[in-house]
């Protein structure tokens, strides 16, 4: 009861940013938005499993957003291709730096096997790892493992761990850095930064 009702409080927190992708549930074509209809239909799932696990989630997805260069949670789905090259889904287990900065792999569990939480989510773990925050780290509306701040300590790749209980973060058990030079269709696209002056 507690994780619902969280979810339904974290729903309502961060749903400006969503209620820009999220359509009305009648799916009229006139664009209206549906706030209470949006809180109403995923706040459920979201405790069951994940947010974007509705199965009607991936219509959201306006198809300008894949392979965009940013990975979107709601394109995430096969029926939006797994947002194209965006969320690494075939994404080759390569990479070159000790560090691992540069991993674009799909392990999705730490080295224990707890399951990783989503880079855009902030349940059940808060963060501050978005893709706007580090826009060349490959993060985003995926769980898989990365090390988007190397220069803290981080060994490897990590993840934040999806779980009230668990731990907030572990390392990841991915494969050694290879010599051979990765595919760069999955290392990340340059982001449209914009500087605003006051």
Not at 38 to 64: I, K
Not at 71 to 99: I, M, Q, S
Request: net charge negative.
């Amino acid at each position: 009861m507690l994780r619902a009702t969280l979810a339904a409080v974290l729903v309502c927190f961060r749903a400006p940013a969503v209620w820009a992708r999220q359509l009305s549930e009648d799916g009229a074509a006139n664009g209206d938005y549906a706030p209470d209809s949006y809180v109403a239909r995923y706040a459920g799932s979201y405790a069951d499993g994940g947010l974007y696990d509705a199965p009607e989630a991936y219509q959201a997805c306006q198809w300008e957003w894949v392979d965009d260069g940013t990975c979107d949670a709601l394109c995430n789905a096969a029926e939006r291709d797994w947002d194209g090259k965006d969320c690494f889904h075939d994404a080759p287990e390569c990479y070159n730096k000790d560090n691992g900065a540069d991993y674009r792999g799909t392990v999705n569990v730490t080295q224990s096997g707890l399951p990783c939480q989503r880079w855009s989510e902030q349940f059940p773990n808060t963060h501050a790892f978005s893709v706007y925050a580090y826009p060349f780290a490959g993060l985003g509306g995926h769980n898989l493992c990365r090390n988007p701040q190397p220069d803290d300590g981080s060994v490897r790749p990590w993840c934040l761990v999806d779980s009230i209980d668990g731990p907030e973060w572990e390392y990841c058990d991915v494969p050694p850095p290879t010599a051979d030079r990765c595919d760069s269709d999955y290392l990340p696209k340059p982001q449209a930064l914009t500087t605003l002056t006051m």
